[in-house]
DNA sequence: GTGAAAGCGCTAACAT
DNA sequence: ATGTTAGCGCTTTCAC
């Protein structure tokens, strides 16, 4: 492992030209920029990254936060975000909170603050206000992937009205009894996300003058298997069946296709069906439903703190970005049988 | 962001005495551990990684090399290494190499050379020789998860023996015609994994006196996708179809069960399927399966890298080891059935 | 048990 | 355009 000072001696240069060349921001004469270039090159010289650091303050080294990994929406995020900075020369430390409260203290109070990162991104992570204290306190950027964060810019997608679109493509069809299947309450703390989602799906009902059934709801866990089980229970009795369920998540709403061909119905002539997501797994199965493109968000996050991080680059941006979604029509949906 | 200068003063010590307390290592009276302890916590103390980095030569940081991120196999893996690590105090940062063929570059010739790293978990990579020597010239630890790699230690599954165990259940059931859904040539490059697999089935069957028949062989891309295709093709044909399927990953076995349901067939009356790998989904499915348990090679893979990062404690051990399987019984393998 | 001081490898003034 | 030099914040001999 050769030393900056061995390279500046193999090019006859002091170290500081060396330095200088290598980052390329100052001004040096082509032919030294050669010289220090080759001797790198021939010494397998790489640039110790914590000395680097030291000096300068900076590390090139970004956080993330995630609250679970093996869930796709994360790592789709995770993947957008590790490829961009990758791109810009910066490293990602992963931080991930799914063991339970004791890591997620520990990465709050000691990992995140030991100055190994230029900046924290938190996905999908409600911080409490002792957290985000002592994140701010460092003065450094921090940026929020999916919900707002006081004083924290962010880059959300608006429940509401994701939820409100699905809903609306169900009720442009012709549907009018339309279940929902909602999140538990274990899930409200990140965002409240299934409040809104539900309130997005109420008031696309309501602005159609269509009375919120409250036997039509659902909660479940965002699982494949909740799902199945929550659609179990709303297409059991024949009597006062909906036409068409709108699944807070896709993992949901495909649990619910199942659970659907199951009990020997058709989808989508028995019974429609979208969700929120646009999952690997929706495509396969035919599913309609909101896209949300998690590995955009990753990058959106990655980019934006970038920017933040060159000041010099910088553009105006507000605190809060609104992030794309987009409904797919695939073949979960249709009019409801005209015979009902 | 106080240092070490603030803590030793507000302590009435040395800086070096506050760096002994805080470290542990070395004998400190119990007046001034203290001192220091309460002095760090008031101040809100952290040490900086990168000074403490630059002068003992280790980070407490360890790079993470994974193939892909939005696999569930993966994922898991690298669940299981991140909560080891964090428990043990190190950080993980994380190279994705989904992204092509110039990140891998970069990677192994930039980012993992610059000493951020102390050691590297390869996951389910088959290292080309000069990337092999470029990280062992670094003289850290490597392990590998997945596969042999030369000079490094590393942890793999026995993927003969795997799939010799999921062929021999359904024997055992008394089938006689089994087809194989194994992975495309795209895959061989990581350990040779589909033909592993496929020897294991082989060997199983001839071990049985059974002819193995290239007729009931599919390739697929380890998806449900894939799986399903190659399941419609297996199962296409009433005058031959086979009474099991042995599918190379749960993946490709829930592809397999989903298409033998759209073609009337029951599972396992009809046709009994295995995959390998226990996957999130399997359980839901009923799935038999082999499992491999993901999560346990990280954390396996971690240890035995702090292991070798702390050589007092560190045990014997061999340079490949075997990582446990195990056959999970559920619901999609049955007897053939006996009228045929 | 504790302090003084010499680095760890690099960058950024400052001088030339 | 380039060299000299003073740190960056910690750890670790080496004395005491």
Do not use: C
Not at 25 to 50: C, I, Q, R, T
Not at 244 to 249: N, V
Request: glycine share 10%; proline share 5%.
């Amino acid at each position: 492992m050769p030393g900056i000072q061995a390279v500046a001696q193999l090019a006859g240069v002091s170290t500081a030209t060396v330095s200088r060349a290598l980052s390329g921001k100052s001004n040096v004469s082509e032919k030294s920029k050669d010289a220090v270039l080759s001797a790198a090159k021939e010494l397998g010289y790489v640039v110790s990254s914590n000395a680097s650091s030291l000096a300068t303050g900076r590390t090139r080294n970004i956080g993330v936060v995630v609250p679970f990994l093996t869930k796709w929406f994360y790592t789709s995020v995770l993947e957008g975000a590790e490829s961009a900075l990758l791109s810009h020369g910066y490293d990602l430390t992963l931080y991930n909170l799914a063991g339970g409260g004791d890591e997620r203290r520990s990465v709050f109070e000691h990992f995140l603050l030991r100055k190994r990162v230029d900046a924290v991104i938190a996905i999908s992570l409600e911080l409490t206000p002792k957290e985000l204290t002592g994140l701010l306190a460092l003065d450094k950027p921090v940026v929020g992937v999916g919900g707002p964060l006081r004083g924290v810019h962010t880059l959300s997608i608006d429940d509401v009205a994701v939820a409100q679109l699905a809903t609306e493509h169900l009720l442009s069809l012709g549907h009018t009894s339309i279940a929902h299947i909602g999140g538990t309450k274990d899930f409200e703390r990140d965002f409240h996300l299934p409040t809104n989602r539900r309130i997005g799906y109420e008031s696309a009902l309501e602005a159609m003058g269509i009375p919120v059934n409250p036997g039509l709801f659902r909660a479940a866990n965002f699982s494949l298997e909740g799902g199945y089980d929550a659609a179990k229970q709303l297409l059991g009795s024949p009597r006062d069946r909906p036409t068409a369920i709108f699944a807070a998540s896709d993992e949901m709403a495909i649990g619910a296709i199942l659970a659907a061909r199951d009990m020997g119905l058709s989808v989508p002539d028995d019974i429609s069906i979208v969700g929120i997501d646009d999952h690997e797994l929706s495509a396969f199965f035919g599913l309609t439903t909101v896209a949300q493109f998690p590995e955009l968000q990753g990058r959106m996050a990655a980019e934006l703190l970038l920017d933040q991080l060159h000041p010099e680059t910088r553009k105006p941006g507000s605190i809060n970005t609104a992030l794309p979604f987009d409904l797919v029509v695939r073949s979960s949906t249709a009019r409801p049988r005209s015979g009902r």
